[in-house]
C-alpha cells in the first residue's frame, strides 16, 4: 500500500534510498507542536554529490518523475530547488544560516505510520526562521513561545 500524507510519502521514499536529509520548514513546525496549514514538504540535505543523488532518486519515484530531471549540481549550487509534482518538496542545502552538517547532530525524530521521520531541533528551525519573510518571523516568534514554554515546564 502506497504512503499517503505528503510528508509520509517523502520521508518514506528518502529513508528507502538512504538519503541524509531533515524535515524542515512548516512541517518541522508542526512536528514540533504549532499549527499550520501545509501540504508542501521542505527538505534540508546532506550537501554532496553521492546524497543529492539518492535524494533526486527517491523523489523521481513520485507520481510525475519531476526530479528524474534534475542533477545533483543543480541540488547543490542552488539555494533551494522545488520539485512539483504529486507532493511539492522544496530540496535546500541551507535553511538560511542552517545546513545539515551543523543540524544532524541535535536533530529529532519521530515515526508515524511506521515511517522514521527526522526533523530540524527547535533550536535549529528558530534559526532557519530568521529570515525576512512575513511567514518566517511569525513561526519564529511561535517558536520561541514555544521554547519558553518548554524551559519552564
Do not use: F
Not at 500524507?5 to 517523502?10: E, F, K, M, N, Q
Not at 504529486?86 to 519521530?110: G, I, L
Amino acid at each position: 500500500m502506497a504512503v499517503q500524507d505528503p510528508l509520509l510519502r517523502v520521508c518514506d521514499l528518502l529513508n528507502r534510498h538512504g538519503a541524509r536529509y531533515l524535515i524542515a520548514g512548516a512541517q518541522a513546525c508542526i512536528l514540533h507542536g504549532l499549527v499550520r496549514t501545509t501540504e508542501d514538504v521542505d527538505i534540508l540535505i546532506e550537501a554532496t554529490e553521492e546524497n543529492a543523488t539518492r535524494v533526486i532518486a527517491a523523489l523521481s519515484e513520485l507520481e510525475d518523475h519531476a526530479a528524474a530531471e534534475l542533477t545533483p549540481r543543480e541540488l547543490l549550487e542552488n539555494v533551494a530547488v522545488k520539485v512539483a509534482d504529486e507532493v511539492e518538496v522544496d530540496v535546500s542545502t541551507h535553511a538560511w544560516k542552517v545546513n545539515y552538517v551543523d543540524a544532524a547532530p541535535t536533530a529529532q525524530e519521530t515515526t508515524i505510520d511506521g515511517v522514521r521521520i527526522p526533523y530540524l531541533s527547535l533550536d535549529s528551525l528558530i534559526a532557519s526562521k530568521e529570515t525576512y519573510r512575513d511567514q518566517d518571523r511569525i513561526d519564529r516568534a511561535r517558536l520561541l513561545e514555544l521554547r519558553q514554554r518548554k524551559s519552564l515546564g
